[in-house]
């Protein structure tokens, strides 16, 4: 009996602090699109208040920096502070311009959690499937560990790397133009031009 017991305490030990560690990241994804589900579902509220509310939940749950930092790649180099600066903000008008839409159109989908996995001590991977009527669409939530706190830094959407594609977009263009350059297709993109 007593051998039970230290056992049990043994494995609980081992094995507690590593699931509470373990389920931070899925926790703040799930808190988060939940936040996100709710406001799209509030019928009390306009399309403007919901985007204003979802681009809240989205500055607290994505790393625009890291995001924007991985997107370039190397290229991040070649801007200076202001220029880095705009260009986090522009990349982050044109996401919100490519995907609010799509997450306006929301009518219940439902979505499924289904595991965790720790990448490295700070990174982990959220995976999750988005139910549609007539399609699962698997949605992985890349995350990394900063001041306490986990956030997105990349999202693989049917198994492709946001951050990836955007790269290989951007990387072209730098290829061939300079950062300010980069910047003024951006601006006139997000029609701040």
Excluded: C
């Excluded at 602090?17 to 019928?43: M, W, Y």
């Amino acid at each position: 009996m007593k051998k039970g017991r230290i056992g049990l305490a043994l494995i609980v030990f081992l094995v507690f602090p590593f699931s509470i560690h373990a389920g931070v990241p899925l926790e703040t994804t799930q808190a988060n699109v939940n936040k996100v589900l709710k406001v799209l579902g509030d019928a009390s509220l306009q399309e403007e208040a919901k985007k204003e509310k979802i681009r809240s939940i989205s500055n607290e749950m994505f790393d625009w920096n890291a995001l924007s930092r991985l997107t370039l790649g190397r290229n991040w180099k070649k801007l200076n502070d202001a220029q880095r600066k705009e260009f986090m903000e522009l990349y982050r008008e044109i996401l919100e311009g490519a995907y609010m839409g799509k997450l306006l159109d929301y009518t219940n989908e439902k979505v499924v959690f289904h595991k965790e996995t720790m990448l490295s001590k700070n990174k982990a991977e959220v995976q999750t499937k988005i139910i549609a009527k007539n399609a699962e669409i698997p949605l992985h939530y890349r995350m990394i560990q900063r001041g306490g706190s986990w956030k997105v830094y990349d999202l693989i959407i049917e198994g492709v790397s946001l951050v990836k594609n955007y790269r290989s977009q951007f990387n072209e263009i730098l290829r061939k133009k300079s950062p300010e350059e980069l910047l003024k297709l951006l601006r006139k993109k997000g029609g701040k031009a």
